[in-house]
């Protein structure tokens, strides 16, 4: 059952090496196919609430003929694809840039009773780009000071949105899954985020062999490399990004700058990580998992499937 506890309140003893700050074990990208059509039972209680905050609408064909697949889909769907990868997890922060297309509880909730053991929950909403960056904010700080050993930070779009002329819209619906704790093998620094109305889509001044930037930066920073999020996801597209790059080999040994910029909020956002020249093998816990889905070698990321991932329903 999840728990609820002090910020910084330590959960067991604190890893070795933990001092230095957490690192990256894995990052996973998950993208799904349409579900089901809504039934009036599904979509009655989001109608009311919306309504209630924005007026009637008008037409309402994006959500009785969009995707339909809930932050709670991603979540059962995620847990049960990483399965023994999850162990040990006491620290669980979902982050959602748009509310879910079915009226229901909070996805950190969920996701909290689904792993075992009793993991710290949390939920980050409505903080556009940077929303991702506050969850692994919060995870550094917890796995560093020994509140936390291992973290699952998950970042999740859905695309069943009502019309938003402001809004850049998600094209598909994807989540992506990173996993931090004492087996990761890329180091994590603390993540930054600027609040500023100045220039948000300048770049952050840092020293990086290879940068994966956000759509809402352009232009080409200081020379290095530039691989770019794909478009059409907001708040996911970065990690998209990040996760091909490392599944693909991309990054030399070296510093990646992680940065993205918010289109509508005035939020800049930055986060460097550390590639190892030869990176260790993976834990047995890893290695297990990785069996178990018929992946003989697992990388510190996998590739998304070229063909979307059907959901269990």
């Known amino acids: 059952m999840p728990v609820l506890r002090r910020l910084e309140e330590q959960s067991g003893p604190a890893a070795p090496g933990d001092a230095a700050g957490p690192a990256l074990e894995r990052i996973v990208p998950f993208t799904f196919a349409p579900g089901p059509a809504p039934t009036p039972d599904d979509t009655s209680a989001l109608i009311s609430h919306m309504e209630s905050l924005y007026g009637p609408f008008a037409d309402l064909d994006w959500l009785t003929g969009g995707a339909a697949v809930s932050y709670h889909d991603m979540v059962r769907h995620v847990v049960g694809e990483l399965g023994e ?3 040990d997890v006491d620290l669980a922060v979902t982050v959602d840039a748009s509310p879910d297309c079915r009226h229901q509880s909070f996805p950190a909730a969920l996701l909290a009773e689904l792993l075992p ?6 939920g980050i909403s409505e903080q556009g780009v940077a929303g991702p960056f506050t969850a692994l904010r919060i995870a550094h700080q917890q796995v560093r ?6 973290a699952l930070v998950l970042v999740m779009e859905q695309s069943t949105l009502p019309p938003d002329d402001a809004a850049v819209r998600p094209t598909r619906d994807v989540a992506v899954a990173l996993l931090l704790g004492p087996d990761g093998t890329v180091a994590v620094d603390p993540p930054t985020i600027t609040v500023t109305r100045a220039a948000p889509a300048t770049w952050p001044a ?4 290879l940068v994966v930037a956000g759509a809402g930066l352009t232009g080409t920073p200081f020379g290095a490399p530039v691989v770019r999020a794909p478009g059409g996801h907001p708040c996911a597209g970065v990690w998209l990004a990040l996760a091909e790059a490392l599944a693909g080999g991309a990054p030399p040994a070296g510093r990646v700058l992680v940065a993205d910029a918010d289109p509508v909020l005035p939020y800049r956002c930055a986060v460097t990580l550390t590639v190892p020249a030869a ?4 834990s047995a816990r890893i290695r297990r998992s990785a069996r178990a889905r018929g992946l003989d070698h697992p990388p510190a990321a996998e590739p998304r499937s070229r063909r979307p991932r059907e959901l269990a329903r």
């Open 145 to 150: 000071s020994g509140a936390a050993r291992r």
């Open 117 to 122: 053991g009793e993991p710290l929950q949390m």
């Open 206 to 209: 840092a020293e990086a062999d």
């Open 85 to 87: 990868a999850l162990a």
């Open 279 to 282: 990176r260790p093998e993976p």
